[in-house]
């Protein structure tokens, strides 16, 4: 895959979410909370006004609806501005 993104906007691969609760029941795709947290696979080289501070292989939190979600080669990703990345993890 060779992807670039544009601008202030980075490539994210969310953590997969949680598939078996504690008391082991299966949850099923329809009702799976949507990931909070997930890896910057490649990031724009940002704007006049607003640097790129991410960086390739950063483990990041981001807003509950945040993002597009795409899907290259059979694998889902999101593609979002910086400004909606909430922190960094490490």
């Known amino acids: ?13 969310p953590t997969p979410a949680e598939e078996v609760t504690m008391s082991g029941i299966i949850i099923p795709d329809s009702a799976k909370e949507k990931p909070l947290k997930g890896k910057v696979i490649a990031v724009g ?19 509950k609806y945040a993002g597009t979600e795409i899907e ?12 909606d990345v909430l ?4």
């Open 72 to 83: 290259l080669e059979g694998t889902k990703y999101l593609i979002m501005r910086q400004s």
């Open 45 to 63: 080289t940002g704007t006049k006004d607003e640097e790129m501070v991410l960086k390739v292989d950063d483990e990041v939190l981001y807003g």
């Open 87 to 90: 922190a960094v993890i490490g």
């Open 1 to 13: 895959m060779n992807i670039k993104p544009l601008a202030d906007r980075v490539l994210i691969s």
